[in-house]
């Protein structure tokens, strides 16, 4: 009888010990696979791992309103009013200074903005609305830049004014808001 509890002693000890290693086992799993991040489907050439990419934004205007992103791609059209879309989605990017060419690469960095051409008319003074972009635009993500760097480092916003990502009016060389002057 004792040789028999001796070996259902043992037993349980060993399934035991073996369910212990099971354990530890995973857990080493666990930790590994924590230490590890998985690829982020932002990641890449053209975002950080916590930005997001011009199609997340297009996709989603309303998730992305008012944050401020980073976008790299081409030019892919240059339009009136210092507006010019990005190959990567067809984003619209509104700009109060500077303006790529088509085909260039450039890094613009903004904020998002759901296009309403009289919210737009409210929020900037230097915006200029037109019909055709208006009508093609309206209710899509624009990204409203504050800065355009070219792929050879050139920052094409510049000037004494404000950002245009800051909403704030312009009052570079006369002191009153831009729309205000005579």
């Not at 309403?116 to 929020?123: G, V």
């Not at 510049?158 to 990502?165: F, S, T």
Request: glycine letters at 8%.
């Amino acid at each position: 009888m004792m040789r028999s509890v001796n070996l259902t002693l043992a037993a349980l000890v060993a399934i035991g010990a073996a369910g212990a290693c099971t354990r530890t086992d995973n857990r080493a799993a666990d930790q590994t696979a924590m230490a590890t991040p998985s690829p982020s489907p932002t990641a890449g050439a053209y975002a950080r791992d916590d930005e997001p990419d011009a199609g997340d934004i297009a996709g989603n205007p309303a998730r992305y309103a008012g944050q401020r992103v980073t976008l790299k791609s081409d030019v892919e059209r240059v339009m009136p009013n210092g507006f010019f879309i990005l190959d990567d989605n067809d984003i619209l990017v509104l700009s109060q200074s500077g303006s790529p060419i088509e085909k260039q690469e450039v890094t613009v960095r903004g904020t998002v903005h759901t296009y309403s051409a009289p919210e737009l008319k409210s929020r900037f003074s230097w915006f200029k609305s037109d019909a055709e972009i208006d009508a093609q635009y309206n209710n899509r993500a624009v990204i409203v830049a504050d800065s355009i760097t070219t792929a050879d480092g050139r920052e094409l916003v510049g000037g004494a004014a404000l950002p245009a990502g800051s909403g704030a009016p312009d009052t570079s060389t006369t002191g009153r808001p831009r729309g205000d002057r005579p």
